[in-house]
């Protein structure tokens, strides 16, 4: 019975489908080798191997990654098929590994790293609606957690992403990925750690300061990314951030003492930075 992440819909995966649509094969929609569109010590200087995973435990209206986080289009494997598959690359050719929205393939993939051992820092890249207990096995295989802490607010959670306990759910489980993985940055390039994302949302910026305050009260030392970079792809929410919602919002970070990390420029607010689909 699945319980890869908190919803817990506790279906038979190999009968039918819980909230994220998956069944009992590991869907890839897209693989983009030397990957530049991430935070520069995921990067580096050669890019990461990043595999895009059909379905989301959260399928958030405004997701920009829409057309495969709400479908289960993509190559199947089983997760034997995809170790043999990952076996195939040159990983000298790239800084990191990352694997972005696979949270609800969570168990396929620990039954992969079983078959596959990977040379470089692999990258776990999630909304932060995890399951604790699945975080701790997926550790033995993760290097680096890259979460996103999206809401403090519940009623937002719920509006936006379907979810009304999201707030206390990620918090704890960002909280487990900091105990587990110390950050360790060499020459520029994170090679066990957690890098805690923050989307601001246009009209919301109430929402970033009190996850701000979350991040600060909870997690120590925290590396985090706030990004400026809302598309709007829906009337979910119809417009970009405005240069004083991302200022306030930076300006709070700096306030109370969250200086390390990234902070995103807004011109990065353009459909142009999501990935052809």
């Not at 819980?18 to 009992?24: I, R, V, W």
């Not at 246009?202 to 598309?231: A, C, E, H, R």
């Amino acid at each position: 019975m699945c319980k890869d992440c908190p919803r817990f819909c506790q279906v038979d995966r190999k009968i039918s489908s819980g909230y994220c649509g998956a069944k009992n094969k590991i869907v890839v929609s897209k693989i983009i080798e030397n990957f530049m569109w991430e935070e520069p010590c995921i990067t580096g200087d050669k890019g990461t191997l990043a595999i895009f995973f059909a379905g989301c435990n959260l399928k958030c209206k405004y997701c920009q990654n829409y057309k495969i986080s709400n479908s289960l289009q993509g190559e199947e494997y089983s997760p034997e098929e995809f170790a043999k598959y990952l076996n195939r690359f040159d990983y000298s050719k790239y800084n990191t590994l990352e694997f972005i929205s696979p949270t609800h393939f969570t168990s396929l993939l620990i039954e992969t790293f079983k078959k596959f051992k990977c040379s470089i820092p692999v990258v776990w890249n999630s909304g932060g609606y995890e399951n604790v207990e699945k975080i701790k096995e997926i550790s033995a295989f993760v290097d680096i957690f890259l979460p996103d802490f999206k809401y403090s607010d519940n009623k937002l959670a719920e509006k936006f992403s379907l979810v009304n306990n999201y707030c206390e759910i990620s918090l704890q489980a960002i909280k487990e990925m900091s105990l587990l993985k110390k950050n360790i940055i060499e020459k520029g390039v994170m090679r066990q750690g957690v890098l805690i994302r923050h989307l601001i949302l246009p009209g919301y910026i109430k929402n970033s300061y009190n996850v701000l305050d979350l991040i600060k009260n909870n997690i120590p030392n925290p590396i985090i990314s706030i990004m400026g970079q809302f598309t709007p792809i829906n009337d979910s929410i119809s417009r970009t951030l405005s240069p004083l919602e991302n200022k306030a919002v930076l300006e709070h970070a700096q306030k109370i003492g969250l200086n390390n990390g990234y902070f995103q420029d807004l011109a990065s607010a353009k459909k142009d930075y999501i990935p052809k689909f």
